[in-house]
């Protein structure tokens, strides 16, 4: 007996279920997907809006500035250096705390996101020495992208303003301020909650990737 053809019906079936519903439901996925983005933008009110492709609203950039770091060298924040910040504020107040952010840093973040440059602020001076040990061997060894800078209390303010946030009511330490190569903020990230502290690198492999092409699309979130 010879073999015995498909018919229309079956080819129909097969065609569908090899060809159309795969296409169908990878455009489906692609649907979900798009929106999820990445993070949202500060605009010049401060209040945190949808990135825009087209006619965007204004949004807020980070003025430029220069300090010292710690060996009194000048660290530069300027615009158009296509650099991806993550910037830390912390105050004279809690200077116990200040050994957990560098070993938060660069054990949980830097290793994870290796392309962002860290700028590190401390409340204080040389010559009021709050540190248990010098940082400056290990911040060394971990990253050459990681600048750490004493600014006295009137600074500390100022950049409070600078990266419109504040100190936080439970921990006493500003959030973490994340930032895009256009010196736009894109997060505050308090470092007491567990999810997002978690999530940081994650956040800026998101920043990363919106500089690929179509990957601009951006949820807006709510406070």
């Not at 795969?22 to 945190?48: Q, R, Y």
């Not at 560098?102 to 440059?117: D, F, M, S, W």
Request: with cysteine; proline share 7%.
């Amino acid at each position: 007996m010879g073999e015995q053809g498909l018919s229309a019906p079956k080819k129909k079936i097969l065609y569908v279920g090899l060809f159309i519903a795969p296409f169908l439901l990878a455009m489906a996925l692609i649907f979900m997907a798009k929106g999820l983005g990445t993070l949202p933008i500060m605009g010049e009110d401060g209040k945190w809006l949808q990135l825009k492709r087209k006619n965007p609203p204004k949004y807020y950039t980070v003025p430029e500035f220069t300090v010292n770091n710690f060996e009194g060298n000048p660290i530069c924040f300027k615009h158009e250096d296509s650099i991806i910040y993550l910037i830390t504020i912390l105050p004279n107040s809690k200077p116990e705390e200040w050994s957990k952010h560098i070993l938060y840093i660069g054990e949980k973040i830097i290793p994870r996101a290796n392309n962002v440059r860290v700028i590190s602020f401390f409340e204080g001076n040389a010559e009021n020495d709050l540190w248990e040990e010098d940082p400056l061997p290990y911040i060394k060894n971990k990253s050459k992208k990681w600048d750490v800078a004493y600014i006295d209390h009137t600074q500390f303010d100022e950049f409070l303003l600078t990266f419109k946030t504040e100190v936080n009511d439970s921990t006493g330490i500003p959030p973490y301020v994340l930032l895009d190569k256009e010196e736009h903020i894109r997060a505050h990230c308090d470092i007491n909650d567990a999810k997002v502290s978690r999530d940081i690198p994650k956040m800026f492999k998101l920043l990363s990737n919106q500089y690929v092409s179509g990957k601009l699309d951006i949820k807006q979130v709510k406070k």
